[in-house]
């Protein structure tokens, strides 16, 4: 199989993303290694720029609770009654998209 141009890999990336299989599961599937993957995750991902998101808080006058539900990007949901220091936070969330 020939080199895939950008835009294949986008698709295989999207396609992965939407299809809510493990990595390994999509790659036997399509017939690629997950090392391939996860090279294309990797390289598309660095050109990607981050994503804000708006939050709304729905309730002002509600106590402060000390857990949180995080729903990330890939469909994933991170939900903790841990505290966590910001850069702990950030590196749960690179780990748990890229899962």
């Known amino acids: 199989m020939g080199k895939r141009s950008v835009e294949d890999v986008r698709g295989i990336i999207a396609e992965f993303e939407r299809s809510g299989l493990r ?12 090392t391939t993957l996860d090279y294309y995750r990797h390289r598309i991902g660095r050109k990607a720029k981050p994503r804000m998101a708006k939050v709304n808080i729905a309730d002002t006058d509600a106590q402060p609770q000390d857990n ?16 966590f ?7 749960l969330i690179r780990v ?3 899962a």
């Open 23 to 34: 990595r390994r599961e999509f790659c036997e599937r399509r017939g690629i290694p997950v």
């Open 85 to 91: 220091a910001e850069a702990e936070l950030a590196r």
């Open 68 to 83: 949180f539900t995080l729903l990330l990007a890939n469909g994933r949901r991170i939900e903790s009654s841990w505290r």
């Open 96 to 98: 748990a998209e890229s």
